[in-house]
């Protein structure tokens, strides 16, 4: 990972650089926020020009650690209208790694309308003109392979991102070609579609730029990071089994499962769409269906899964947890068919399913379709993919959806819709979707496994300023979230098999400090973009609105919010 | 001005309260703004009940001065999110004074759907059921005077408020009983009507609570200051003639005139909109129009009128020039007689023509209706009487509408529309829009009367800086900004006439000291709100693209910019 590559779709130039010394220890989230910082005055406009579009594999990308090769976008966000990182599993990490590209900068825009997309393989990088523009991600993934062959890797939006839309994400494949590998939140995808970019197409085949530092020594060191993750009760079964999906039964117990528009934290059908059933389901109609999948090629953890309807035929994979929350219990709607159903269509328009599923649960809050009703649900879609006025509306997410239909009940932090952890039943996680600056982000620290009443108020903001620094030190290794319970306590271990990797030696404590750097960038950006601490809240309504049965209400001060970004 | 009126609406309380020492010296826009800042936490949701809507008349309300009664209405704007007030002739001003209401606090918010409006007399305040709620301002005002006669003002709001919209404003009625004094900026109308507050009655029979400290000084001062006003060329000869339309001739002549959604400055058809042409045709229809009207009782300016159709009726009065410039010149219409309809539409819906026009010129150019069409407009303006989805998006004015539409031409500052001047041919204007804490808006801080080359960017900030305070003044002593170009040179006689109603002595100096604070004040309130220096700007295709004819572009630079809020 030598280089970085520069594509200016302004003046259709494409340069490769040397990486500066500055960027030589950063990667995933720390790089692509530092090259923003560095390059994109924070106080543009996320759709025009002068934003751009950073991606990156973190440090380890490439490597056969397991879960280490998340893909990481970062840009200036349409929904935040701060910086934005939106990371994911898929193979377009491994494959830049492998092509040697540290960073991916996309600047300038197209001519308006004019669509293309990059080719890159070992001995050249080409933008070509990108005739499956306007066509959903997984017929436009289709002619993609047709023509390069299944040994490619792909990054790719959809119509959402095509027409701007701010709930558009931007996608990758797996291992199987499946584009359903979504770089989601932020609206990242609108900022690659307004510059005219469709596709990335990476054929890393004789591309062998990754070189271990010590390979044997790595080797070893991995084994044992593979058997903690494997005896973690986490990782090593639950996930495996179940997915993510099995966060329902938790979030559903101590109520703080979105519910109809966030207005309760338990759901009557919650054993409908839970990681039990969803494990029942799959293994009893066979076919297609699998539990236990993993998101990149060598992740041990397998935590993803493939759905199949009740003929064995393939819906969508994976399904994950924040979908279900977002899409069926925020919806009333308890039928992981119809959830499965409702996925792959925001996936094939390449939307962001909690920005959408928030979306939707505000519409129905306002009476333009009913809770429960996955049929309108899925006809409010189809106004997204024609591109009707109620479409573009619902297609720039919840915030814009909800002002125009005069909702008071907006799930939003920083404009951007909150994932499936109720901030009155996870306090924790309303600390950090108040003050990351990633808005409402439940990747950028979470708090959901601490051994602490959710409830109470008092501990939360320590909790919250303590994981975001390890989300980061995730993001910007390429690691998986999923790791860190497991891998989290042992920095030292992170350090040193980065150092066998790359042959940088840094300590578990130089990599938290750089995180918190990290970290400190982001909030320079978004300082310097408008944003201030005065943003650093929830909605009224979570302060206001008792959820049901609890009775609790995100009553975490203000004054401890606003500490959390302090320095 | 001895007490102040708080409605809660939450409780349906109403008290009366002593004028606090720290109220005593301040009026309007001054006043309102302090009674924010002191009550409302600035990070409060414009639409939700924690925001409060003030209503003053300014320090020389109900005197005989000329053109001193204006009313001032602020609350958090649901526009800009910062604080907002807007201001306007008419008569509930003078009513208040009578009344002795220095200011009219509306806090809290009736249940849902229930729609009250206020009443107030000599002897009572009370609440009651607001039968003509979902009526136009012209319907509802006729059912209350029919109700309590002729001698009654109203302060009321339309459809558009009752519903939410951003665009709405607030209106007050004439000497004539038209409900169309709009105190149109910053969607002050939807704060009111989401607090459930259609009307307020304001019958100020029989009180008397005016007592000049020198009436018979006053008298000879007032001689003084309405020869000023009539020996200066504006004010004495120009605006009583062609009334604010005069601003066009002068706007398309320096490239200033927005056209086709700020695409060029001149528009071929000016001489169609202009003030000579209104003229013409008001002076050769005869019947109902007028050219030289007071829009308040006693203004000597008197550069309101009324517009009546080829056959004597009347369409719409007053016809002003912001409406012209957004909904004539910048839809492409050059036609008196449609902007004169399509403004009567506005103002029955209860919206600002500004925020409205520049609405429908954002989605002219998206290509959602032809620019020139003046049909399509109404018929646009027909789906936000309707409430259809496409009329909600237009409702909530041009930043959403942009945003929807996917417009990069959306001529916003601080998320409010321009008025009727291009920044890039009044550069100092432009510097107020990106400045103000009020966000885009003309009336606080104009520099077009000043003698420089309005292109040039060097002496821009400085003149705005000036500028800013100047409104200030006007706006808190309840004083038309028309007569600072004849007055504002002669601080220390206002300040006297001042002491010679209100028995308070005060200088000029400490006039304009005053004005400094509450701008301090507002920029307080705007920081809390999380307002930064860093929004102090204008849209990119400001900067980026030149206005035709004169190759103008924004380019005063943002460091100059940030200076001007800087303490």
Known sequence: MDKIIRVNLTAGTITSEPVAEKYRQLGGRALTSQILLDEVDPGCEPLGKRNKLVFAPGLLGGSFLSSSSRISAGGKSPLTGGIKEANAGGTAAAALSKLGIKALIIEGESEKGY?????????????????????????????LYERYGDKISQILIGPGGERGYSAAGITNTDAQGRPSRFMGRGGLGAVMGVKGLKAIVLDPTG???????????????????????????????????????????????????????????????????????????????????????????????????????????????????????????NLGIGNLDAIARLNYICNDLGLDTIEMGATIGVAMDQGLIPFGDAEAAADLLAEVAEDTILGKVLGHGALITGRVLGSRRIPVAKGQAMPAYDPRGVKGLGVTYATSPM????????????????????????????????????????????????????????????????????????????AENALNVERDFNRRAGLSPAQDRLPEFMTDEPLPVSGSVFDVPLEELRKINEE
């Not at 303590?466 to 989290?488: N, T, Y």
């Open 115 to 143: 669509n293309q997309y990059l080719y890159i393989d070992k001995e050249k990088i080409e933008l070509r003109p990108a005739e499956m523009a306007g066509l959903g991600v997984y017929r436009a993934a289709k002619l």
């Open 207 to 329: 591309a062998e730029a990754i070189n271990y530092h010590d390979r044997k020594a790595f080797q070893e060191l991995n084994k044992e990071l593979v058997k903690l993750l494997k005896d973690n009760p986490a990782t090593g079964e639950a996930y495996p089994k179940y997915g993510t999906a099995a966060m329902a039964t938790r979030t559903n117990a101590i109520n703080a499962l979105p519910t109809r528009n966030f207005s309760a934290g338990s759901f009557e059908c919650a054993n409908r769409i839970d990681g039990e059933y969803l494990y029942h389901l799959i293994t009893t109609r066979g076919g297609a269906g699998e539990t236990t999948h993993a998101c990149m090629p060598g992740c041990v953890i397998k935590c993803s899964n493939i759905y199949a309807a009740s003929d064995g035929k393939e819906v969508v994979a994976p399904l994950e947890y924040e979908t279900i929350g977002l899409m069926g219990s």
């Open 439 to 514: 808005g409402a982000d439940h990747t950028a620290g979470n708090t959901i496994r601490a051994e602490v009443d959710h409830t109470d108020p008092k501990p939360q903001p320590a909790l919250s300023k303590k994981a975001q620094p390890m989300s980061m030190i995730a993001d910007s290794m390429g690691l998986c979230l999923f790791v860190m319970p497991a891998l989290g306590a042992h920095l030292d271990k992170l350090a040193r098999i980065y150092e066998l990797y790359s042959g940088i030696k840094v300590s578990g404590e130089e990599l938290l400090k750089a």
